[in-house]
């Protein structure tokens, strides 16, 4: 299954929650089975690195964040079989991007996949700060994306 990570500027939540989902899956067993990258609505972090201070907090937990800021193109709804938006904007900005209905249904929020979640959105720690309950949040979800990878894998065909 090819995933991808969806935030605003493709440098602090998508990449942290695409490292969570690919530590996840190496865990349980199915590292094999998923693709995982990240991607942002927004363009103007385009070609920097994850931003610091997420990735101090994601290599506290044993996570390293990949990649340099891109910008989600229509050709991402082709490519990917899940596009996992971080927040409620996030998941409108692709509705908008979206290549018409079947694009759109590939759009879930990763807190969709958290069944205790308090909200449906993983806040964005740029202005805020609060980097750690973010790498928090985006395991949380990580797990659950997995563990509906896995009820998928070990489900009998046809």
Do not use: H
């Not at 990449?15 to 609505?41: F, H, K, L, N």
């Not at 990649?67 to 900005?93: H, K, Q, S, W, Y």
């Not at 806040?123 to 509906?148: Q, S, W």
């Amino acid at each position: 299954m090819r995933i991808l990570c969806v935030c605003l500027g493709n440098i602090c939540r998508s990449p942290a929650a695409a490292a969570a989902i690919r530590d996840e899956a190496a865990r349980a067993g199915v590292a094999e089975a998923v693709d995982v990258d990240s991607a942002g609505t927004g363009s103007w972090q385009l070609g920097k690195p994850p931003d610091a201070r997420m990735r101090r907090a994601a290599r506290a937990v044993g996570l390293e964040l990949e990649g340099v800021a891109r910008v989600v193109e229509g050709a991402d709804f082709e490519t990917f079989d899940l596009i996992l938006a971080m927040d409620r904007g996030n998941e409108a900005d692709l509705g908008q991007l979206a290549p018409g209905a079947a694009g759109r249904g590939k759009v879930r929020r990763l807190r969709d996949f958290e069944p205790d979640a308090d909200s449906p959105d993983v806040p964005d720690p740029y202005l805020v700060g609060n980097f750690e309950e973010v790498v928090d949040i985006v395991r949380a979800g990580a797990a659950g994306v997995v563990a509906d990878l896995r009820q998928r894998l070990d489900a009998p065909a046809g």
